[in-house]
């Protein structure tokens, strides 16, 4: 069954952006190898025509936070995320390789060697022309600023002109027209705006998704890493808007809030946990207060009661003989798996906390409520359910930069 062409395309552009690839490439790509169509061929399933053992070694990346089951290869969004990051690894490893971007004959080359024919140029181009009209109407259907959607590709065949780009990040100069570079726009954390089928936190209402399971509160924590490239744009975002910001909600709400948070008794239950997680106390405390109103019988991770199997994402945590349990596996075994986070200057802190809400925000070029209501750097604008953006709603909560900058001015501690 043909799928329709213009969804096809908005669901290109939201995985193309989200994962750093040109979206007219995933577009071209689908036409070419399917039509754009949901049907399969044999063993190849799907717009993309992907083998079960390709999906199976694809379908899960820690980094971009996808998480999808085998039988997803039958959801043809699923199939867009999927191929997205397919040919973003095809991309990174074609640079590594050659120390220049590939066009895009060279990108799918990368992908699929056996693709080669005399006619496979001429195949891609015709790909790529067919669908070239739909990018412009798809990227101002799903997104604030469309320009950062790149250029349509009018030559497959010529190579990328910027050696040594990075995927996720603007080359100097600009990719070009003929080259398959990342837009540079690359946003984190859970899919933006509700997109994928199957993901996790969508748009802004919640954490992501871990699987049931995992350690104890006396588990060993596992090592740091650095944090994602494609979340670099929105430190630097972050950490300009902490420099410019001021409160402008309710200063006794703000006030009352923070001080409770660093009350003594709480802040030694956080710190406790912090000496575990290496989650700085005073972040536990913040998503204590977003995710659960910092009431002590609720799990951080979604504010279900921790003495019970969670029923909300992520689901299936618990039960937990203590909140300090419940903490330790949120903080650890949940996305974003806050006991990884390396950078806890301001703008890193933020970044940390915003994947929370998911970077629906972010995709939409705006600053997250979840992180700045209650300050200047938030107007309005709010996800009032997965996937729903109402552009006029404003978020009455606190957030979270004006929490920890009040919470900071109470307790000379925090060396935020």
């Known amino acids: 069954m043909a799928i329709d062409q213009a969804r096809f395309a908005q669901e290109c552009v939201r995985q193309g952006v989200y994962i750093g690839i040109n979206p007219h490439y995933l577009s071209g790509a689908a036409k070419?190898?399917?039509?754009?169509?949901?049907?399969?061929?044999?063993?190849?399933?799907?717009?993309?025509?992907?083998?079960?053992?390709?999906?199976?070694?694809?379908?899960?990346?820690?980094?971009?936070?996808?998480?999808?089951?085998?039988?997803?290869?039958?959801?043809?969004?699923?199939?867009?995320?999927?191929?997205?990051?397919?040919?973003?690894?095809?991309?990174?490893?074609?640079?590594?390789?050659?120390?220049?971007?590939?066009?895009?004959?060279?990108?799918?080359?990368?992908?699929?060697?056996?693709?080669?024919?005399?006619?496979?140029?001429?195949?891609?181009?015709k790909a790529l022309d067919d669908t070239a009209a739909l990018l412009e109407p798809a990227a101002q259907a799903v997104l604030d600023d469309p320009s950062i959607v790149p250029s349509a590709i009018t030559e497959a065949g010529t190579p990328g002109t910027q050696a040594g780009a990075v995927p996720g990040a603007p080359a100097q100069g600009g990719a070009g027209s003929g080259a398959a570079a990342p837009g540079g726009t690359g946003s984190a954390g859970a899919r933006p705006g509700g997109a994928g089928s199957g993901a996790a936190a969508s748009g802004g209402t919640g954490s992501a998704g871990a699987r049931p399971g995992g350690a104890g509160a006396g588990a060993a924590v596992p090592a740091a890493g650095p944090v994602p490239k494609r979340l670099v744009k929105l430190r630097e975002a972050n950490q300009n808007r902490w420099v410019n910001m001021q409160i402008t909600g309710s200063l006794q709400q703000i006030n009352n809030t923070a001080t409770r948070l660093v009350a003594a008794a709480a802040k030694a239950r956080y710190q406790g946990v912090s000496a575990k997680t290496r989650v700085p106390w005073f972040i536990i405390a913040v998503i204590h207060e977003r995710e659960a109103s910092q009431r002590w019988n609720a799990n951080i991770a979604q504010g279900d009661p921790f003495d019970r199997v969670s029923t909300h994402v992520p689901k299936g945590r618990g039960p937990f003989a203590s909140w300090e349990d419940a903490a330790f596996d949120a903080l650890v075994n949940c996305d974003p798996k806050a006991a990884k986070w390396q950078d806890w200057s301001p703008g890193g802190a933020l970044t940390l906390l915003e994947l929370?809400?998911?970077?629906?925000?972010?995709?939409?070029?705006?600053?997250?409520?979840?992180?700045?209501?209650?300050?200047?750097?938030?107007?309005?604008?709010?996800?009032?359910?997965?996937?729903?953006?109402?552009?006029?709603?404003?978020?009455?909560?606190?957030?979270?930069?004006?929490?920890?900058?009040?919470?900071?001015?109470?307790?000379?501690?925090?060396?935020?």
Do not use: H
């Open 356 to 416: 929370y809400n998911g970077l629906g925000y972010y995709f939409r070029g705006l600053p997250s409520p979840y992180n700045w209501a209650s300050t200047n750097q938030y107007a309005r604008g709010k996800f009032v359910r997965d996937g729903v953006f109402d552009p006029n709603f404003v978020d009455p909560q606190l957030g979270c930069a004006a929490l920890l900058f009040r919470m900071k001015a109470i307790d000379a501690s925090i060396n935020l």
């Open 32 to 125: 070419l190898r399917s039509g754009i169509s949901d049907e399969n061929q044999g063993d190849l399933i799907g717009p993309f025509r992907l083998k079960q053992d390709v999906w199976n070694a694809n379908c899960k990346d820690t980094d971009f936070e996808l998480d999808y089951e085998p039988d997803d290869i039958n959801r043809w969004r699923a199939q867009c995320a999927v191929y997205a990051l397919m040919a973003f690894r095809a991309f990174e490893a074609f640079v590594e390789n050659n120390g220049s971007n590939p066009g895009a004959l060279q990108l799918y080359l990368q992908q699929w060697p056996d693709a080669q024919s005399s006619t496979l140029q001429a195949d891609l181009q």
